[in-house]
């Protein structure tokens, strides 16, 4: 009896981290091939990382929650959860080996996208395929009330692979281009405040794209600024951790509005902070018109996110601690008029 108890607990834990473990392999897959994309944060597979981390935290967080539909191993539901579970392995194997990547850029290409942009439709394919078959998957074993404890994980997969998407149709999509002279003008300010000497223009032949151009003693540096680097990415990468964060919380709704406000103009800050570092790196290492130094591509591709990614990881921690910090301070003041309430009960308890 015991041993029975005890094999279905485990298996009850096996069945609960399947969704995540159904990813996995595919990951492991895609590292042994595209080691560095994994560095990658612009255009590389960092966020699948991220996406594994999300999944996992929404798995703890709603693991008393987790209720499966999955009753019996002979059963239509069963046998599909099973099939969905290997597909994101399938797919992978597919897109990388069997041509299936291949015959998405040829189609990119058919229809005029230009090749720079038409080889990273497979990735941005990758994200939303990845999207798809995780709510399939946890459809298929809690049914429709599970997916909104995967709800961020998945909404995060949709939206990279969205925005890459959008990167690869339009990669200077005018919607998108709106807060792009705001950044620009913000980060000149930056620069000039830093003691370089700045001036904005149009890039020729594209619209609505400013470029951004900053010298000093040692050199100059100018860059064209599009709407992936003024701050969409990083503000939505803080949308779904804080809305992760504050939808467990117990804080009043009104202060979850201004923390999440306040938390979005410093994560909108920071990346003006790193279009400044870019620039700061192009010109002390030698930057010139045809020549990109190794240090600019290796900051903006990698380590550049870095700056925005820190600070969101950060900030529900420090939300925590000086919530924490505000108790105790409270309770620091209420101590003196507690006691001295005790105390004038007891004199009034002596009096005759």
């Not at 590389?44 to 981390?53: K, N, S």
């Not at 080889?119 to 395929?129: A, D, G, I």
Request: charged share 15%.
């Amino acid at each position: 009896m015991g041993n029975d108890q005890a094999l279905a607990r485990r298996s009850a834990i096996l069945l609960k981290i399947l969704p995540l473990l159904a990813f996995v392999s595919p990951l492991a897959i895609l590292y042994s091939l595209y080691p560095a994309s994994f560095e990658q944060t612009w255009v590389g597979r960092t966020y699948e990382l991220f996406f594994i981390w999300l999944c996992f935290l929404e798995l703890v967080m709603n693991w008393e929650e987790l209720r499966e539909k999955i009753n019996t191993l002979w059963s239509l539901r069963t046998f599909a959860f099973i099939i969905f579970l290997l597909i994101p392995t399938v797919y992978i194997v597919a897109a990388n080996f069997w041509g299936v990547n291949t015959v998405l850029v040829d189609y990119a290409l058919s229809h005029g996208i230009e090749e720079a942009w038409a080889k990273q439709v497979p990735l941005s394919t990758e994200y939303l395929v990845f999207m798809g078959l995780l709510l399939l998957i946890v459809f298929l074993e809690y049914g429709v009330k599970g997916i909104k404890n995967y709800s961020i994980s998945a909404f995060f997969l949709g939206i990279i692979g969205t925005l890459y998407t959008v990167n690869n149709l339009s990669p200077f999509f005018t919607p998108f281009q709106l807060i792009v002279p705001f950044t620009t003008t913000l980060a000149a300010n930056v620069l000039n405040f830093m003691g370089y000497q700045t001036s904005v223009s149009a890039y020729p032949g594209k619209d609505a794209v400013p470029v951004l151009r900053a010298s000093n003693s040692q050199g100059w540096a100018a860059f064209g600024i599009a709407w992936p680097c003024a701050g969409i990415e990083s503000l939505l990468i803080y949308t779904v951790v804080i809305l992760l964060f504050l939808s467990k919380s117990l804080i009043p709704w009104w202060q979850k509005l201004i923390y999440f406000a306040v938390g979005a103009v410093i994560t909108y800050f920071i990346n003006i902070l790193r279009i400044v570092t870019i620039f700061v790196i192009a010109i002390d290492t030698g930057w010139r018109p045809g020549y990109m130094p190794p240090e600019v591509q290796r900051f903006h591709d990698y380590y550049g996110m870095l700056y925005s990614v820190t600070w969101i990881v950060c900030y529900p921690l420090l939300i925590i601690g000086s919530r924490a910090l505000w108790r105790w301070i409270k309770e620091k003041k209420e101590k003196p008029k507690q006691h001295l309430q005790v105390s004038q009960d007891a004199e009034q308890t002596r009096v005759p």
